[in-house]
């Protein structure tokens, strides 16, 4: 008894599992798993598919296509803050997930996160799965997609960026004491540079923070990222015009 040959359907109460795991668990198909554009993921772009894959167990396998991770989400997963966007965009490029809508930053009131699609999960209240990973056939494609998404940063994105951090220096400067203007008597201190409990001063905030009203809370319009287009677009997308610079014959890699 005990051995591996005792039929343990005989024993009475006996109940069958299904399968050896009981708990939440994701499916791979060996063939993605094999394929030239899996081999070509970086790791921060494998931590994004699978910080997805993650909230999708979450949703009970449901809403693939409406699944919200945050930029704080990824980095709690290990992914540098810096590198989140590109990873997104190489995961996107070579066909593992689909940036379904796009998120907006600013306050936490008007912040929303990006919505999600994996290409190769099957979940139960959205469409079948379409991966577009198999479009990809050479490693020489899926390495040239995947360098190219990578660099291909939203212009727009960086300007917006840029003008951020312009205004957060500017509001630090005018936040700054003037030297000159500390009043001379330091028992009647100004009203507005009383010190708080934390120890630092409290300044009047500038005109144009304290009587600007923050734009209202807008839907995003839904995003048709590079893996909703066929391979040679794809390429066309990313400014990939030439394949001869990857020693490719034909665009996306085909023979």
């Given at each position: ?58 949703h ?6 409406r ?107 005018a ?45 995003t ?33 085909a023979?």
């Amino acid at each position: 008894m005990g051995g591996k040959d005792h039929d343990t359907r005989a024993i009475p109460g006996f109940i069958k599992r299904r399968n050896r795991i009981n708990e939440g668990f994701s499916a791979r198909r060996i063939s993605m798993l094999e394929s030239p554009a899996y081999r070509a993921l970086s790791l921060a772009a494998h931590r994004v598919i699978s910080r997805i894959e993650i909230e999708l167990g979450r949703h009970g396998g449901n809403d693939n296509g409406r699944l919200p991770v945050t930029k704080q989400d990824f980095v709690e997963y290990g992914i540098h803050k810096d590198g989140i966007a590109a990873a997104i965009r190489e995961a996107e490029a070579l066909g593992f997930i689909r940036v379904t809508e796009r998120g907006r930053g600013g306050n936490a009131e008007y912040r929303q996160p990006n919505l999600f699609f994996l290409t190769f999960a099957n979940s139960k209240s959205s469409k079948a799965p379409t991966h577009d990973w198999r479009n990809i056939k050479t490693a020489e494609a899926a390495g040239a997609l995947a360098k190219a998404a990578r660099a291909n940063k939203n212009l727009q994105a960086v300007a917006i960026g840029a003008r951020k951090k312009f205004r957060n220096r500017v509001h630090k400067v005018a936040l700054k004491p003037d030297p000159q203007s500390v009043p001379e008597n330091h028992k009647s201190p100004d009203p507005q540079s009383v010190p708080t409990r934390s120890g630092h001063k409290v300044y009047p905030l500038s005109i144009s923070r304290a009587g600007a009203r923050y734009p209202e809370a807008r839907s995003t319009q839904p995003y048709a990222g590079y893996s909703s287009l066929p391979i040679e677009l794809r390429f066309l997308a990313l400014g990939l015009t030439s394949a001869k610079n990857f020693g490719l014959e034909k665009i996306g890699g085909a023979a």
